[in-house]
Each structure stands twice: as C-alpha cells, then as structure tokens.
C-alpha cells in the first residue's frame, strides 16, 4: 500500500515536471543555433509569401542579424525588463525595415499580418501583459 501510494506520488511530481517544462512555448528554439532558427523561420516565411531563392537568401540573412541582436539585448538588458522591451522593439522595426526592402509590396503586407497574428497569439500566452 505504501508502495503505491510512493509510486503514485512520484508519478505526479514527475508529471508535473515535465509539463512545467513542456510550456515554456517557442522557448526551446532558443536552445537552436541561430542559423537553424534562422532557416526555420525562413521557410515558414516562404510559406506564407511565396519568396524567390534570391529573397530566401537575403531574409535568412537578416533574421541571423535579427536573432543574434535579440540574444545581444536579452544579455545587456536582463535586468532592466522595461529597457529591454523598448530595444526588442527597435530591434524587430529595424529587421521589419530591411525585409520590406527584399519583398514586394503583396508580399510585404502578407509579412506583417503574419507578425500581427503571431504576436497576438504571443502575448496570450505570456499573459497579456505588454
């Protein structure tokens, strides 16, 4: 009886464990080399807009710039969360700037309704509260 009831304990705490680790969301992609990241998010960008080789090239490129300027920020700001924000933000308007100058304009705005429907769907998960 007491076995069980151990057992049981243990499998509960193991569970909840692993699901605490499980929500950390799109988190575990920080675990990734940049350039995987990169691609990644590249391909996903193709599926969406329909890019040329030349334009994969050249996006792929700029999320590199991109994520290693966020990881830059997190570093230099992780103690001051309201500066941080402020510079992500200059962060992601500057990549903004230099994909709008490889897309088209049809392809640009399918970008930015992308980034809108993520970012709405990322600030559910991390509470709202930006």
Do not use: W
Request: glycine share 6%.
């Amino acid at each position: 009886m007491k076995l069980s009831f151990v057992l049981v304990l243990f499998l509960l705490v193991a569970g909840s464990l692993q699901a605490q680790e499980g929500g950390r969301g799109n988190r575990a992609s920080s675990d990734l080399p940049v350039e995987e990241v990169a691609a990644n998010r590249t391909k996903n960008l193709d599926k969406v807009v329909g890019m040329t080789p030349d334009q994969e090239e050249k996006v792929k490129a700029i999320y590199v710039e991109f994520l290693n300027a966020q990881k830059k920020v997190r570093q230099d700001y992780k103690d001051d969360s309201d500066n941080m924000m402020e510079k992500m933000e200059e962060v992601r308007n500057n990549m903004n700037e230099k994909v709008k100058e490889v897309l088209d304009d049809e392809q640009y705005k399918l970008f930015k309704e992308a980034s809108q429907k993520r970012r709405s769907r990322g600030s559910g998960r991390r509470g709202g509260n930006q």
